[in-house]
């Protein structure tokens, strides 16, 4: 494997809807090291007109995590890469600068136009479209939930990751990988569906171009450029859908293996050569969402630790990670509990009054409700860690008889992975062999995808080949592996 990257360093971005992290990679004497320069928080912003991110702070600590991992290379940085959340985005005015605060996901105003868009165009159309599930989340429910307000649809946008890297080098594209994950892209193809614009009576030429993954965009531009250590700085789009990143990050081969990438959400799948949309598939609401090396990431979104930060910060009003670590550790000696809550219940996917929210799902359940005081936080944690293994549970088997493969093998990477009571239950529940991935398996993914790329093997329109980003991860899998050894 050659070092054609001329051995600079490269910067990783990872954007989170709780965090976002910007890390450098570094060339030693013994190999790659991987350091976190930056973390800061983030959170949706509630708001007279919405739920809203605040872009220009995001932004703003993305350029403070830039400069600082630009500080620490004085050998200079090669490229930057940026990752994050899928689906949400930033219209653009004719100046390129963003009209307003972009929406969050999350924001309830795509019930109602999911809804009036299904009048149009059924789910099972535009499953036959696109192969993607249905989720009133996606960029396409939330872009008609733009037109049902009055905003033209004439209005440029450009999906987050792809808006941080415009902000750094002018050039407005889509990634493929999160270009399937907006609902809007043709099935098996690498173009736009101009069907669905049509139908839905949204613009084609508002949509950024896609680009496979990997793809160089450019060269960094404005302040950053007259930085020495960022000279000359290309930036690269890696699969800049985080999950994509993630899963990317896997060195796994053979077909007996799945996946849990945990965080937030947690996106349970396997990854299939081709996509599959069988009656079944439709049916259980499975996704066909583009992987690294033409791959597919076949899987299904399940909700994920969102549940459990937002019972912690209606307990203590800050969902910390030294506060989950010591809530989890109250919960390890604790029975089963005795009912079981659908975790991916639609209520249970907006934020605020999630205790209650549960509680009323227990008593239409017949259940008896849980106290909800903080001392009794561990009967209630409990019963969502219980509630989310035996979702997985039930996921991984409709995959494994939709696909017909047989799993042995279930990789858990992400935030999540370091939850090790609720990889316990999951191993007990699927009775697969579960194997904690990184916990950084986004940023692992991105570096390993810039890597191929500087190394000349993002060429095609499929992006990197795969056996070439397994070769980079590993590796760097390896050097940490053997840096914590030392």
Known sequence: MSSTAGRKSIIAVDLGAQSCRISLLRWTNSGPAIHLVHRFANSPQPTSRGLRWDIEAIFQGIADGVRMAASAASEGVASIGVDGWAVDYVRLNNAGKPVEQPYCYRDDRTEVAAARLHEILPPS????????????????????????????????????????????????????????????????????????????????????????????????????????????????????????????????????????????WSLVGTVLPVPCITE?????????????????????????????????????????????????????????????????????????????????????????????????????????????????ADVLAAISSITERSLKRLFIVGGGSKNALLNRLTAEKTGLQVIAGATESSTLGNFAVQLSALDGGCTGMAGPPSDSVVRWTQLLIESAVAATRQ
């Open 280 to 392: 079944r598939a439709r049916d259980l609401n499975f996704t066909n969402l583009g992987g690294v090396g033409g791959r597919v990431c076949f899987l299904k979104n399940v909700n994920g630790t969102w549940l459990l930060q937002q019972c912690l910060e209606e307990w203590t009003g800050l969902a910390d990670e030294s506060s989950m670590m010591e809530l989890l550790a109250s919960c390890d000696s604790l029975s089963p509990p005795g009912g079981r809550i659908d975790v991916d219940d639609s209520e249970l996917l907006l934020p605020g009054g999630t205790i209650g929210k549960i509680n009323a799902q227990l008593r239409r359940k017949g259940h008896k409700p849980l106290a909800t005081d903080k001392s009794h936080a561990p009967e209630m944690v409990n019963l969502i860690l219980h509630s989310l293994a035996e979702r997985y």
């Open 125 to 264: 159309v535009l499953y036959s479209r696109t192969g993607i599930q249905i989720l009133r989340i996606n960029t396409l429910y939330q872009l008609y939930a733009d037109r049902l307000a009055g905003c033209d649809p004439g209005v440029p946008w450009v999906n987050l990751p792809e808006y941080v890297s415009y902000r750094l080098c002018g050039r407005r594209v889509a990634e493929y990988t999160n270009a399937t994950h907006t609902g809007l892209m043709g099935l098996g193809s690498r173009h736009w569906c101009e069907d669905i614009f049509s139908d839905a009576g949204l613009e084609l030429a508002a949509a950024p171009p896609i680009v496979p993954t990997g793809t160089i965009i450019g060269t960094l531009e404005g302040e950053h450029a007259n930085v020495p250590e960022l000279r000359g700085c290309q930036i690269i789009v890696p699969a800049c859908h985080d999950t994509a990143s993630a899963i990317a990050a896997i060195p796994a081969t053979g077909s007996d293996w799945a996946f849990i990438s945990s965080g937030t």
